[in-house]
């Protein structure tokens, strides 16, 4: 319920007593001056209904049945209402038990949906969600990541491969110099072959520097 339906529904309940007395009972004079009383409540609570207007009578109810304030079915009560509140407007009118049936069907239909209104629940606010963003554009020409991976790693393990046969050859030759005798420093070995070096050591010359 919003503010203006709460505004419409205490105007209405303030003329309560005044529905609830009249009946067929009364004089017509005294039917006559509470049909009078409980319209002027009805329309102060249809104008609270609009949120304040000027309008009255019927421009009052055409304008809250556009809005769609008003039922269809309030709206024809309503009018009928207020057919029973011009009667009873009139000096020399005396007012009918139809004219009581009207003014207080007009008044229930209105009160009744304004208390519907009053136990509906309040409309539960929930939390936008906003959506993932796509993801995005493979733009390496279909290829695979997990293979530009692999062949990183690939190339990672051949450079320690390259450094073991640079480190295997040194070593080579660092054994072969170990081979050589030892009476003959800073000395170029000339003519030998590295598999006859430790056959024909004799045999071979040598150039000292």
Known sequence: MNGN??????ALKSVEPIALRLDGSRSAEDRAADILELWQGTETSLRALMGGSQLSGQGLIRELRQRELISLGQAYALLEFLGARDRANR???KATDNDVVVAREGYRQLEAGLVAAASEPAPQMTTPVTPLPPPPEDT???????PQAEEAGLLQKKAPSLRSAARKRKST?????????????RTIIIGMSTDSLSSC???SFSVKI
């Open 91 to 93: 000096t020399t009118y």
């Open 5 to 10: 339906q709460q505004s419409a529904l205490a």
């Open 201 to 203: 050591v004799l045999n």
């Open 173 to 185: 030759s660092q054994e072969s110099s170990e081979d050589l005798p030892q009476h003959l420093p």
């Open 140 to 146: 390496s020409g279909g290829d695979s990541i997990v």
